[in-house]
């Protein structure tokens, strides 16, 4: 499991990720001004960035002077994700939940939900003050219930809300895109 949340934390790392990826598993190659055209909430600093990213990551490759293609491993990835991001639009949720750290938040909460604690404990490389923004963010858009329990040293529970949870399924099968693990 702390694979597959370490991919999906590295696939997810920048918000343009997964909707680059679509819109290059549309085209065969893709320059850099049709992707800032496509994509044209972006700037072309950012979609950059982001190509470089999903190049490190193995998913996309630069060919024949500025243009893009998916490798074989991107198309399997990005045909997953699409499902995912059509999901995502459908929930009216796709800025937010495109955000560094949300969809791993979300499939580290999972079907059972966590404490905050364990939540934390899940998700290697987050901060306690950014997993309470994201937690907030996604508590707004309606993805995440949060629970307080007035006990002695009072405690927090956080669960999925129930038509968040069926982009469970997407992102465990994205999850497993990850490559093994090298020991």
Do not use: C
Not at 22 to 35: A, H, I, N, P, Y
Not at 38 to 50: C, F, G, P
Not at 85 to 102: G, I, N, T, V
């Amino acid at each position: 499991m702390e694979e597959q949340i370490q991919y999906l934390t590295s696939l997810f790392r920048r918000r343009w990720a997964l909707p680059v990826l679509v819109e290059l598993d549309r085209f065969d190659g893709v320059g850099l001004s049709t992707l800032s055209h496509r994509l044209w909430q972006t700037s072309r600093h950012v979609l950059d960035a982001t190509l470089e990213d999903l190049v490190q990551l193995s998913l996309v490759e630069p060919r024949r002077g500025t243009k893009y293609f998916l490798t074989s491993h991107g198309k399997r990835v990005a045909r997953d994700g699409a499902a995912l991001l059509f999901h995502l639009r459908k929930l009216r949720a796709e800025d937010a939940a495109l955000r560094k750290w949300s969809l791993p938040v979300t499939f580290a909460l999972g079907q059972q939900g966590k404490r905050f604690n364990d939540l934390k404990r899940a998700l290697p490389g987050i901060t306690a003050r950014v997993l309470a923004i994201r937690l907030r963010a996604l508590q707004r858009k309606e993805f995440v219930y949060r629970f307080v329990f007035f006990t002695y040293a009072p405690r927090t529970f956080y669960q999925l809300t129930p038509r968040v949870r069926r982009i469970i399924p997407l992102l465990a099968r994205l999850s497993m895109h990850a490559p093994p693990a090298s020991n």
